[in-house]
């Protein structure tokens, strides 16, 4: 199992960017799935979460900015990141909690790789 991300970039201040991440391998469901960001010496925090109802929540310094969504059919969460600043700028990671179909019982934490998201003029 592995997650994918992309959509990474620079962009300037109030710009937008839609950040991709995908599910793949051997998996029975994808539970919760959210997206992550850690700044430069700074603790990764979370930016947003969305569960497979589709219930959503966000962290205060992103909402009514940044719009996260699925599809459950595709196992893929999106980030829309609108009216971007520069204290935007960070590593973004996803991330899910999925059952395995040799192990459905079990909730398994999987993280992407990370994908750069630099606001800067």
């Known amino acids: 199992v592995q997650l994918v991300e992309s959509g990474g970039g620079l962009v300037q201040p109030g710009g937008s960017l839609r950040l991709s991440c995908a599910a793949s391998?051997?998996?029975?469901?994808?539970?919760?799935m959210a997206w992550y960001r850690q700044a430069p010496g700074k603790q990764r925090e979370l930016v947003a979460r969305?569960?497979?109802?589709?219930?959503?929540h966000y962290v205060d310094s992103v909402k009514d900015r940044f719009s996260i969504s699925r599809d459950n059919a595709k196992n893929t969460v999106y980030l829309q990141m609108n009216s971007l600043k520069p204290e935007d700028t960070a590593v973004y990671y996803c991330?899910?909690?999925?059952?395995?179909?040799?192990?459905?019982?079990?909730?398994?934490?999987?993280w992407g790789q990370g994908t750069q998201v630099t606001v800067s003029s």
């Open positions: 391998g051997s998996i029975f469901s994808v539970d919760a």
């Open positions: 969305i569960l497979r109802s589709g219930m959503t």
């Open positions: 991330n899910a909690g999925l059952r395995e179909e040799n192990t459905p019982n079990l909730i398994s934490d999987y």
